[in-house]
């Protein structure tokens, strides 16, 4: 099947996929439509860090060999390709955390602390409805912490951000705005730029959880409007165990230091210590060595096919599926209708079928599909209901995996013994 | 994978027509659990009277294997001796975490033996436990408030 906008080497890409290959408990091929819980890992994401385990392992700048020198190198090699990737001004602006919550957690608790930036009782942070959890939790503890107060945009009935009441929203006791660029749940594409102007207008940082964005969209941070931007490696076609916390220097010089111990030193005497500079001043301890190289070798194979290409492929089977879903009786999509103004990940209810109901079905049938509240209860909560069932695609998803999806959910209804 | 061994027609029946449900008076205890993965929820009351369970009551959220779960427990526990309940409560419990490797006992658990087949489906365990946890949990509040 030709729809406008598939990659055109979509089987050349699928073959680069191993696991894309696995066939299931009675004979089904896998139908990966999961992509936005976690990506599936190119072949030479995997070779990269087969090699660097087996011919390059050793610490990072602290080992005075050639191994040491090789891994030094390989580590900082994929910051570099990390930077390029998301055209950050300067390589020291990216550092390396476990995960995008990480990468969350250090800046909302470093701004809980003494420093420029510091966040205080009658300040503010404004968040939106639709966060992953783990962009509205870390944000609590610190208004919570330091006797600020916690605000956020609501939604309106399609899903979108809710920006009428903007004015009172951020106001000149903003300190910071946090929200998410492309929603997990719904795949609503947020106006960040628009949002992070106002934001600067009051002198507010704005921070991006870029996590469902990086994987989708051509990513310039600093065209984003963002001060911070997260993402997490394993859905960039990387590996786990590896996030990224990109700041501007500037905001980035004025946290204060957020673990510490080994490589985020200057100099330590008992008394007091010196910090390093910006990116090793927030990784303190051995870092996450080979997923860094890994993830530098995920950035590099999504360059090489090219973002605005893997944009084109995500909205053209977005459209296709929510094309396809409309076909199915009782089926409600939640977030926008159009695949213009949304990513890949698409949250619906199915009418008598519990969503844990109809990825079990599916699952019988070789297809894989998140259901549950994907973290991001309150945004159920909006839309009154407890949970939801989600597919989500990526580079390598084909039209032939939504019929596939399509045909399962016509067989849950019948499974279920739902009339037509 | 065999679909129909998690899905027996008495699970779907239940799910459908549930037993009991909604919130009644009197009651001793009152409790609220939550499957936090799946958020799958169950607000349960039991009423306890002269070592007897004479009402087991709730307003579930959930799958079908959750909610056909609590429809069974509340036909199984209802009219029973708690220490009776309490033993169900236990085969239940061992059935569930069986790995499929326990054979079940119908005179002890009834309709409950339909659930066999949950316990080779790891991820659907904790629905199927999800409202008898909440029994207990009630229970033994009651109890320990009857002691005090």
Redesign the interface.
Known sequence: MSIPGLLPELEVIRKDFPILERVLAGGHPLVYLDSANTSQKPQVVIDTMVDHLEHHNANVARAMHQLGAESSEAFEAARDRVAAFIKAPSRDEVIFTKNASEALNLVANTLAWRGDLQVGEGDEVVITEMEHHSNIVPWQLLTERTGATLRWFGLTDDGRLDLSDIDELITERTKVVSLTWVSNMLGTINPVREIADRAHAVGAIVVVDASQAVPQLPVDVVASGADVLVFTGHKVVGPTGIGVLWGRREVLEQLPPFLGGGEMIETVRMERSTYAGIPHKFEAGTPPIVEAVGLGAAVDYLDHVGMEAVHAHEQAITGYALEGLQSVPGLTVMGPLDAASRGGAISFELAGVHPHDVAQVLDSRGIAVRAGHHCAKPAHARFGVQSSTRMSSYLYTTPAEIDALVEGLHHTRSYFKLGS | ?D?DA??QEII?DHYKHPHHAGLRDPFEAEVHHVNP?????VTLRVHLDDGVVRDVSYDA?????S?ASTSVMTDLLIGKDVDEAMTIHQAFLELMQGKGQVEPDEDVLEDGIAFAGVAK?PA?VK?ALLSWMAWKDATTQTIEKEKA
Do not use: A, K
């Open positions: 994978m679909l998690l899905y779907l993965t799946c958020g799958d929820e959220v959930g799958c079908s294997i909610q489906f659907r629905c």
